[in-house]
């Protein structure tokens, strides 16, 4: 198994404004991603986060606004830029050990409200 | 493009009820398939992974099953508690992760 942090674990934030949400994993991991819940809504994808290079963002995501860092195999970064209220959701980091097929696990999450 | 539909989409019971989650898929060309359960505002908690080669898997009062070729997956739980009330997620793992939309459980005391 694997098990994940999240930090901060909630947050209120004033429009115009930039958050970076912080995951550790306890062991070493070969695939970690960032997802977005937004209300009553099912999980979307918004990057592969790849160690010592750019990550890979899905469609509708861009680097400007959902900067990540990954400096090693056990922490990653999400920054959310320039929030507006439509970035109020859920924002989840999840791992997986192997490439293809192997168990997925998610952390806490961290509950984004703007204001 | 795979597809990931669950029925129903709530669900409510008296306690000690046992009950079966429904969950099917468009694509067979899976890796894996994932139940989670989802408390609100919170992240996901894996309770069952199954692989592609494998037919069922149980844990505890869990039991999860899964035909690939039907592209058909159900969760088993037995004599159900309150504390079982959350948003369960069938997940499918091919190219990439697709989610069903869930089914909320209520389970009344």
């Known amino acids: 198994s694997a098990v994940i942090s999240q930090k901060p674990s909630r947050d209120i934030c004033q429009r115009g404004t930039s958050l970076t949400i912080q995951c550790q994993v306890d062991s070493q991991v070969t695939m970690m991603f960032w997802y977005r819940q937004q209300p009553g809504q099912s999980l979307t994808l918004i990057a592969t986060?790849?160690?010592?290079?750019?990550?890979?963002?899905e469609s509708g995501f861009v680097i400007d606004k959902f900067p990540i860092s990954r400096p090693n195999l056990t922490f990653s970064t999400l920054t959310v830029s320039n929030m507006s209220p439509e970035d109020s959701s859920i924002y989840l980091c999840s791992v997986r050990r192997g490439v293809l097929g192997g168990e997925q696990y998610f952390g806490p999450g961290t509950r984004l409200t703007v204001t | 493009k795979q597809e990931v539909t669950q029925i129903p989409a709530a669900l409510s019971v008296p306690e000690g009820e046992n009950l079966v989650l429904n969950c099917s898929f468009t694509d067979s060309a899976i890796y894996n398939l994932q139940w989670f359960r989802q408390d609100p505002g919170k992240g996901l908690t894996s309770l069952l992974l199954?692989?592609?080669?494998?037919r069922e898997q149980t844990s505890g009062r869990l039991n999860a099953s899964l035909d690939k070729s039907s592209g058909r997956s159900t969760l088993y739980i037995a004599a159900s508690q309150p504390g079982d009330s959350a948003t369960y997620l069938c997940?499918?793992?091919?190219?990439?992760?697709?989610f069903g939309e869930g089914t909320q459980l209520t389970v009344n005391p």
């Open positions: 997940v499918t793992s091919g190219s990439r992760l697709t």
């Open positions: 199954i692989q592609s080669s494998q």
């Open positions: 986060a790849n160690q010592g290079s750019e990550a890979t963002y």
